[in-house]
């Protein structure tokens, strides 16, 4: 089993930058790719951004030039980076363990508890 405890979330006004952290701890000899997700209200969860264990990075099209996924595999930690806040990216946001499958993120059923990412216009 593996746990996932996020933090960084904050509420930031619009063009501001936060940055969340998601360490994993247990059974980490099994984590392949992480992610992130996040949800808002009323929408469904998406998948925001992942990166494989050899640094190969995925974005949604809508965070890609402001959101910079990173890790450090030595201690089992996730980050995102994010710049250039809009209101649209309100939301609750998931760490995610998953693999790569021909160069696609397929999260697994692992989450964090989330962290509340706010956004004011």
């Known amino acids: 089993q593996v746990q996932l405890v996020e933090s960084g979330g904050g509420l930031v006004q619009a063009g501001g930058s936060l940055r969340l952290s998601c360490a994993a701890s247990?059974?980490?000899?099994?984590?392949?790719?992480m992610g992130w997700y996040r949800q808002a209200p009323g929408k469904q969860r998406e998948l925001v951004a992942a990166i494989s264990k050899v640094g190969i990075t995925t974005y949604v099209g809508s965070v890609k030039g402001r959101f910079t996924i990173s890790r450090d595999n030595a201690k089992n930690t996730v980050y995102l980076q994010m710049n250039s806040l809009k209101p649209e990216d309100t939301a609750v946001y998931y760490c995610?363990?998953?693999?790569?499958?021909?160069?696609?993120?397929?999260?697994?059923?692992?989450w964090g508890q989330g962290t509340q990412v706010t956004v004011s216009s």
């Open positions: 995610n363990l998953g693999d790569y499958y021909s160069g696609r993120y397929l999260g697994r059923d692992y």
């Open positions: 247990g059974s980490t000899a099994s984590i392949n790719a």
